[in-house]
């Protein structure tokens, strides 16, 4: 992927199509929420098309992201960066957005995800980062000033000056532009990031966050696309998502550290892989699928709980003995395998359940691990399944899960 280069000469960023990707980067946008007084089932989630329109342009998929902040984690394990948009002028945007979207870039900036910030997007990220949100600053709050000319920011409103040496000086080839603008409130102080161009008042027209990670921040609205420069945002957003997808996304070599950071946040963690109390493996592997032999819940090498579903045991015992089973059949697939970043699908998960006669919720027992598994991976959990009751199971335990999964070839 060829992004920008230090020394002299062209610094235009090719998209990546150019390159022939055959899965485009995939762009987390946030939208704004616009709310019904009738009823809370006719709120929109709303985003102006040409958002979608300038990712596809500079070669990503633009998927909209709703507010749900207990799947963040999810979501960034899905995607290959994050746009976060603006708002409308001189609006508070809802409570709601906020916390989400300061809790998504939080943790995509843990995850060294690439970000873009838009207008609001780049106050909100920047305020982050040790920076001061202003709201009408003098200059800012009468009806018309040079950031707010029009009510569609559809043609140039005012130059910027550029820090030489900078990332923005680079693709513009200069350190002057014209740009857009349609906002009230700004960006002011320092942070953990440079500012890399100014409006002639001294507003912050843009800024890089501090470490390895790509964070820009602009306050014009590059996705009206007036200007080379413009695309040249999008196509280095874009490319830097590319890039990041294909070295250090959840789709390669980080799975392991994902997996492991999703486990903490559950309080959980992976055992160590059981020796087989009988004549028989942990799990086998045919070409690039790998069928792991039936696990129990076992905690420290201890069983986690002992009885029948529906007598002495309760469904939500069950359920964390289903979790537990499942965690060390995960055990089992990753030593085999050699890591779980190499599992590429899940085939069949089956569980056992241990249970009296009248009991007849088997599957909701099962459902324990078969949630487990969706979010540890959330990207290909999907598995077809059996849930069977049977009379007793070895150890006396409530549950055992038996696993079968795809990996990569070459291990």
């Given at each position: 992927?060829?992004t920008?280069?230090?020394?002299?000469g062209?610094s235009?960023?090719?998209?990546?199509?150019?390159?022939?990707h055959?899965r485009?980067p995939?762009?987390?946008?946030?939208?704004?929420?616009?709310?019904?007084?009738?009823?809370e089932?006719e709120?929109?989630?709303?985003?102006?098309?040409?958002y979608a329109?300038?990712?596809?342009?500079?070669?990503?998929?633009?998927?909209?992201?709703?507010?749900?902040l207990?799947?963040?984690?999810?979501?960034?394990?899905?995607c290959?960066g994050?746009l976060?948009?603006g708002?409308?002028?001189?609006?508070?945007?809802?409570?709601?957005?906020?916390?989400?979207e300061?809790?998504?870039?939080?943790?995509?900036l843990?995850?060294?995800?690439?970000?873009?910030?838009i207008?609001?997007?780049?106050q909100?990220?920047g305020?982050h980062l040790?920076g001061?949100?202003?709201?009408?600053?003098?200059g800012?709050?009468?009806?018309t000033?040079?950031h707010?000319?029009?009510?569609?920011?559809?043609?140039?409103a005012?130059?910027?000056?550029i820090?030489p040496?900078s990332?923005?000086a680079?693709?513009?080839g200069?350190t002057?532009?014209?740009?857009n603008?349609?906002?009230?409130?700004a960006?002011?102080?320092?942070g953990?990031?440079?500012?890399?161009?100014?409006?002639?008042?001294g507003?912050?027209e843009?800024?890089?966050?501090?470490?390895?990670t790509?964070?820009?921040?602009?306050?014009?609205?590059?996705?009206?696309?007036?200007?080379?420069l413009?695309r040249?945002?999008?196509?280095?957003?874009?490319?830097?998502?590319?890039?990041?997808?294909?070295n250090?996304s959840?789709?390669?070599?980080?799975r392991n550290?994902?997996?492991?950071a999703?486990?903490?946040?559950?309080?959980l963690?992976?055992?160590?892989?059981?020796l087989?109390?009988g004549?028989f493996?942990g799990?086998?592997?045919?070409?690039?699928?790998?069928?792991v032999?039936?696990?129990v819940?076992?905690?420290d090498?201890?069983?986690?709980c002992t009885?029948?579903v529906?007598?002495?045991?309760?469904?939500?015992?069950?359920?964390?003995?289903a979790?537990?089973a499942l965690?060390?059949?995960?055990?089992?697939?990753?030593?085999?395998?050699?890591?779980?970043?190499?599992?590429?699908?899940?085939?069949r998960?089956?569980?056992?359940?241990?249970a009296?006669?009248d009991?007849?919720?088997?599957?909701?027992?099962?459902d324990?691990?078969?949630e487990?598994?969706?979010?540890?991976?959330p990207d290909?959990w999907?598995?077809?399944?059996v849930?069977?009751?049977v009379?007793?199971?070895?150890?006396?335990?409530p549950?055992?899960?038996?696993?079968s999964?795809?990996?990569t070839?070459?291990?």
């Amino acid at each position: 992927m060829d992004t920008q280069p230090k020394g002299g000469g062209e610094s235009r960023v090719h998209t990546t199509a150019d390159a022939g990707h055959a899965r485009p980067p995939v762009i987390l946008i946030t939208p704004d929420l616009c709310t019904e007084d009738t009823a809370e089932t006719e709120h929109q989630y709303v985003v102006r098309t040409n958002y979608a329109e300038a990712i596809k342009e500079a070669g990503g998929l633009a998927l909209i992201l709703p507010y749900h902040l207990d799947h963040i984690a999810a979501a960034l394990a899905l995607c290959d960066g994050v746009l976060v948009t603006g708002a409308q002028p001189g609006a508070e945007v809802a409570k709601q957005r906020g916390a989400f979207e300061r809790a998504l870039v939080h943790q995509a900036l843990a995850e060294g995800k690439p970000l873009l910030g838009i207008c609001h997007g780049m106050q909100l990220i920047g305020e982050h980062l040790g920076g001061s949100f202003a709201k009408d600053l003098p200059g800012l709050a009468s009806e018309t000033t040079a950031h707010l000319p029009y009510a569609v920011p559809d043609r140039l409103a005012h130059e910027i000056a550029i820090t030489p040496g900078s990332v923005l000086a680079e693709w513009q080839g200069g350190t002057t532009a014209e740009v857009n603008s349609l906002h009230r409130h700004a960006l002011t102080g320092a942070g953990k990031f440079n500012v890399l161009a100014c409006a002639p008042d001294g507003v912050t027209e843009a800024f890089e966050a501090l470490g390895d990670t790509f964070c820009l921040g602009v306050q014009w609205h590059p996705e009206y696309r007036l200007t080379e420069l413009d695309r040249q945002i999008l196509k280095g957003f874009v490319a830097k998502c590319a890039e990041r997808g294909a070295n250090g996304s959840p789709l390669s070599r980080n799975r392991n550290a994902l997996i492991k950071a999703r486990l903490d946040e559950l309080g959980l963690a992976l055992p160590e892989a059981s020796l087989p109390p009988g004549a028989f493996v942990g799990a086998v592997q045919s070409g690039t699928i790998v069928t792991v032999s039936g696990q129990v819940p076992l905690r420290d090498g201890q069983v986690v709980c002992t009885g029948h579903v529906g007598g002495g045991v309760s469904i939500d015992q069950a359920r964390d003995s289903a979790r537990w089973a499942l965690l060390n059949a995960l055990a089992q697939l990753e030593k085999i395998a050699g890591g779980l970043d190499r599992v590429t699908s899940f085939v069949r998960l089956a569980g056992y359940v241990s249970a009296t006669p009248d009991f007849t919720r088997h599957g909701l027992v099962v459902d324990g691990a078969s949630e487990l598994l969706r979010d540890l991976f959330p990207d290909r959990w999907m598995h077809a399944r059996v849930a069977l009751g049977v009379s007793s199971l070895p150890r006396g335990v409530p549950v055992e899960i038996e696993l079968s999964a795809v990996v990569t070839e070459g291990h």
